[in-house]
């Protein structure tokens, strides 16, 4: 069965740090750009990081610039969103999801194929 695995999300005072993994089955994610979603309570699903299929090109969301890290990590067939610094604004459920694009990173969701089920992240203030 092909699918992504999102983990790492939980609760967190502002501030404080989440690393949040999603892992692929059945799908060799270094083949993939990979994306990583985010969608607040009654709010649009945004998104939030993605990195090209070698690794060589990112691209984040002016909000979370500078305090969040979109990695790979091939020997697990994963890739990994740092989350430093969090704010209350940054709750929500976080989806990764796969995109057949090369080299780009697109920010639009209607590009990519492969969803996880998300991971809720809270921040309490």
């Known amino acids: 069965q092909v699918q992504l695995v999102e983990s790492g999300g939980g609760l967190v005072q502002a501030g404080g740090s989440l690393r949040l993994s999603c892992a692929a089955s059945g799908r060799t994610l270094s083949r993939y750009s990979v994306g990583w979603f985010r969608q607040a309570p009654g709010k649009d699903r945004d998104f939030v990081a993605g990195?090209?299929?070698?690794?060589?090109?990112?691209r984040y969301a002016d909000s979370v610039k500078g305090r969040f890290t979109i990695s790979r990590d091939n020997t697990k067939n994963m890739v990994i969103l740092q989350m430093n610094n969090l704010e209350p604004e940054d709750t929500a459920v976080y989806y990764c999801?796969?995109?057949?694009?090369?080299?780009?990173?697109?920010?639009?969701?209607?590009?990519?194929?492969?969803w996880g089920q998300g991971t809720q992240v809270t921040v309490s203030s």
């Open positions: 990195i090209s299929r070698a690794g060589g090109v990112t």
């Open positions: 999801a796969s995109d057949d694009a090369n080299p780009i990173v697109r920010t639009t969701e209607a590009y990519y194929d492969l």
